[in-house]
């Protein structure tokens, strides 16, 4: 990776992933980094980011560029969108020509050092990973199930947890057969 201005690889406010994570702060916060994607089909860009304490008119992007010199913002945060939750992002890149100089990137162009953006668990895919359910309260966001088949008809599910306080929340040990007293959420 290169980088640039207030870049930094760090283990403080709970990465999402390990023990590390990147910290962009300021105007200033930019990596970046070259990737031969030459002959790969379906390209996706799966990471986990948040943002912290943005000010209006503040922003940090997650930039693609098949040759290193025209740049196309896959995604950009703005104030209103700074709780500091990590979230789960999958960018479908099929659009772009995929070339041996393909370059990926994230800016920082906020006014503040105490202005944060985070990203961590960066991927780039040739194929579709699933989104991990929700771990915990704090994470939001669809999860997606694979079933390879059997007593369901083989697929992709999106299971969604809500929290109904009228509905006891139960699961049970995993078990493929799909019996009265294995594997059900409810």
Known sequence: WYSSGDASIVSVTSPYEGTY??????????????????????????????????????????????????????????????DNVYRFYDIDLSGFSMTSEFWVAFDAQMSD???????????????????????????????????????IAGGTYTIEFRNNSGTALVSAPFNANGGANYTWIY
């Open 21 to 82: 994570h990147l910290r962009l702060r300021r105007d200033t916060g930019y990596v970046s980094r070259q990737l031969n994607l030459s002959g790969k089909t379906s390209v996706r860009l799966q990471f986990w980011a948040k943002a912290s304490s943005f000010e209006p008119g503040g922003v940090a992007s997650a930039l693609v560029s098949p040759n290193g010199a025209t740049w196309t913002a896959v995604k950009t945060w703005v104030d209103g969108e700074d």
């Open 113 to 151: 050092a105490a202005d944060y953006f985070w990203v961590d668990d960066l991927k780039v895919v040739s194929q579709a990973i699933p989104a991990p359910v929700a771990q915990s309260s704090d994470t939001k966001g669809p999860g997606t199930l694979f079933v390879s088949g059997g007593l």
